[in-house]
């Protein structure tokens, strides 16, 4: 049985990973962590997230509740992220993140921790979403050298980074494949006099408004055709399944930095 802990478990993913953590079997809630002035504090984590009591009450620190976890789920915001890291790191725990937004001089911090712990760490853990990734490889290959390329994304009006983390690794994924360097050839946004668009180029919209979970569509443009590879999440239940599925199998892994590609086994 894989004893779960959820940091951030008040939150918009917190609610939804309680429940995916109490649906799934072999799995088990361990603990629930909220902000120290977050109005749950204290209050039932079944409660929390809408279900019947499970007779744990959220705390807000982490030593309260060192052994009673195995694997921390983190979908907080970046610096709680690295803090909770090496929190994991100090009492053997391992840890799935979801927080999108780190600098690329957090993600250095997390893959020299990835040394002696186990880290799954994933800008989306939907399969549809890394089924995309596949399928944009493959795209890549095949037209990738003769079309422009486009990352349209739109998330509901609470997200706070953009473009989101998925939108990200759908253009890393591309470029890796065409052997371009992501920060060379990326764009965000346009506007006024652009003159015409290189064909060596990702270009990034991001668009914002009310509650859609998370809606990405690659582009591959060419003059007479043009191929879309979209995925629509209609539910954040599918990112909750994902990370209690990979929280459930980095515990059988040995020290290392894997994601959702490396759970499902793509
Ligand atoms: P949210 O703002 O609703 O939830 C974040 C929660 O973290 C809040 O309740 C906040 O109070 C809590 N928090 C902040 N500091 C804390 C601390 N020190 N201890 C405990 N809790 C703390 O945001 P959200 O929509 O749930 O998204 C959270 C993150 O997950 C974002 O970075 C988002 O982009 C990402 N996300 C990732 C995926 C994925 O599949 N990887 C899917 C959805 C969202």
């Excluded at 998330?155 to 060379?184: F, I, N, Y």
């Excluded at 668009?197 to 690659?218: A, L, M, S």
């Excluded at 954040?236 to 499902?264: C, H, K, N, S």
Aim: proline share 3%.
């Amino acid at each position: 049985m894989t004893r779960i802990a959820i940091t951030g478990a008040a939150g918009r993913m917190g609610r939804v990973l309680i429940q995916a953590v109490e649906a799934a079997e072999g799995a088990t809630l361990g603990a629930a962590i909220v902000r120290s002035d977050d109005p749950m504090l204290g209050i039932d984590a079944g409660a929390i997230a809408g279900l019947q009591p499970l007779g744990m009450k959220a705390v807000a620190s982490l030593e309260e509740v060192a052994d009673q976890f195995d694997v921390l789920i983190d979908f907080t915001m970046p610096e709680v992220t690295m803090a909770n890291i090496e929190f994991c790191r100090q009492h053997g725990k391992c840890i799935v993140i979801g927080t999108t937004g780190l600098s690329d001089d957090q993600k250095a911090q997390m893959k020299v921790a990835a040394g002696e712990m186990g880290i799954v760490f994933a800008p989306n853990y939907s399969v549809g979403v890394n089924l995309c990734l596949n399928l944009l490889r493959m795209a890549a290959r095949v037209m990738g050298e003769d079309s422009d390329i486009e990352i349209v994304e739109m998330h509901h009006r609470h997200k706070v980074d953009a473009p989101s983390g998925t939108a990200l690794r759908m253009g890393e994924v591309v470029a890796e494949t065409l052997g371009w360097d992501l920060k060379e050839v990326a764009v965000y946004g346009r506007e006024g006099y652009t003159g015409a668009r290189p064909q060596k180029q990702i270009g990034f919209e991001t668009i914002r408004g009310g509650d859609v979970v998370g809606d990405h569509t690659v582009m591959f443009a060419t003059e007479g055709e043009r191929v879309e590879v979209t995925h629509k999440a209609q539910s954040r239940m599918t990112f909750a399944r994902g990370a209690v599925r990979a929280a459930q199998w980095v515990m059988d892994q040995p020290a290392g930095l894997y994601d959702m590609q490396d759970v499902l086994g793509f």
